[in-house]
């Protein structure tokens, strides 16, 4: 008797008993989730819809502290080009790159696992779906990055909303037994548009000037640089541009002289330009995009949400300090520019979810995104903001057009 129970005993903790079963499946599922984020966001708009698998690594991880390390793994990978980022914008250590890596990652990991569910079905959906709108909003959707919805517009180009309820759906099947069947779907949906993929184009008229000029765009006055910048411009409206879109920071800090620098500079072309630049004032400043003609000139939209840490720094203002950019969350969603509704986003904002969907609320006629990326030289975070704005527009049919700053050589 005694030796049966013994058997049984090291029987249970054997190499293949439910408890060594449960830990290598979870292991497992860290992997694949490590991989999905690491090839979901690569940086082309095709794979986005690998992001779909993630639900349902997280619904079936076998505990929640499982559920925790499929989530982390995902959101690590798939922003695992913030250290190198950090270390290029700050001149700082990896460790500097690696914590603010970390914290990020904990706002995400944190929401799914506290939301997840060890009894499957529904219910189980309804919590993803709860963990998803959590993280697409403020406060959390501050750092909702690698959203799998984004895929929508892989797999849905131009159904818009409709397009966006139909991917939700699949993602809410994806955490249910019934996955297999929304994998198949959305594999054949993906092999479709993956075959007949068309990127967004840019309006006629418009176009988007893309620089390489590195860290030295906009972070002090220079006139060189500002001739060269407009000869760009009047070359761009020699060839028939109506509207030309400068990247983030490339009309520097918004002045009277810059000012009318541009406007005189622009006499003569008939060209809209819009361009960002930083509008300072006691409080700290706006990340902007300016609207410039020949002698006239004003603020076009001023970034909803910058880039936590770096730019945005509330901290400064519950102290009484100022100097961080302004962030208004749900401000100025759609602009008007040459007669057209504009959806604007600046850099950090092509990463979110609310800013593009707040502005597709109030159907705009075209989307217009700009960054200075020159931080984020070896990595691709460059090509994932690219990709992710690529995929928006495609969903909702808008043309696109594109201008960033990176350094000579960068992607």
């Known amino acids: 008797m005694g030796r049966s129970r013994h058997r049984a005993s090291s029987a249970s903790h054997g190499p293949f008993s439910p408890s ?3 830990v290598w499946r979870a292991a497992a599922m860290v992997v694949a ?9 690569s940086g082309e708009a095709l794979t986005l819809p690998l992001a779909c698998a993630f639900p349902t690594l997280w ?5 929640r502290i499982a559920a925790a390390m499929v989530s982390a793994a995902y959101f690590l990978a798939a922003s695992r080009g913030l250290p190198q980022g950090a270390v290029n914008f700050y001149g700082a250590d990896f460790g500097v790159g690696f914590a603010l890596w970390i914290g990020a990652a904990a706002a995400f990991v944190l929401v799914h696992a506290v939301v997840w569910q060890r009894q499957p079905g529904w219910a189980r959906a309804l919590s993803f779906a709860f963990a998803a709108m959590l993280m697409s909003v403020p406060p959390f959707g501050i750092v909702g990055w690698a959203q799998p919805v984004t895929a929508a517009g892989v797999l849905f180009p131009g159904w818009g909303w409709w397009g ?10 994806m955490t249910t037994r019934k996955w297999p069947l929304a994998a198949i779907v959305a594999t054949g949906l993906w ?3 993956a075959s007949q993929w068309i990127a967004p184009s840019q309006p006629d008229g418009w176009v988007g000037l893309d620089t390489w000029l590195g860290s030295a765009l906009g972070r002090a006055p220079d006139l060189e640089q500002s001739r060269v910048l407009l000869q760009r411009v009047r070359e761009a409206a020699g060839g028939g541009a109506r509207v030309i879109v400068l990247p983030e920071s490339a009309a520097g800090l918004w002045t009277s002289t810059t000012s009318g620098f541009w406007m005189d500079g622009l006499r003569g072309t008939g060209t809209t330009v819009i361009a960002g630049a930083a509008i300072v004032d006691r409080e700290g400043y706006d990340n902007a995009m300016i609207e410039i003609g020949a002698g006239w000139a004003r603020e076009l939209y001023g ?3 910058p880039v936590p840490i770096s730019m945005w720094q509330p901290w400064l203002a519950w102290t009484g300090q100022g100097g961080g950019a302004s962030a208004t969350f749900f401000g100025n969603p759609v602009v008007e520019s040459a007669g057209r509704r504009v959806a604007p986003l600046i850099c950090y904002e092509q990463l979110l979810v609310w800013p593009i969907l707040q ?3 109030h159907s705009p006629d075209v989307l217009v995104a700009i960054g200075n990326d020159w931080w984020t030289s070896g990595t691709s975070i460059i090509a994932i903001q690219r990709a992710s704005t690529e995929a928006w527009a495609r969903l909702f049919g808008l043309p696109l ?11």
């Open 20 to 22: 060594a079963h449960r």
């Open 33 to 41: 989730a490590a991989v999905v984020g690491t090839v979901a966001w």
């Open 59 to 63: 619904a079936f991880a076998p505990s």
């Open 164 to 173: 966006l309820a139909a991917t939700a759906a699949a993602l809410l099947t």
């Open 191 to 193: 092999t479709w548009s």
């Open 303 to 305: 970034e909803r949400m």
């Open 359 to 361: 502005s597709m609320l």
């Open 401 to 411: 057009v594109l201008a960033f700053n990176t350094r000579r050589g960068s992607s």
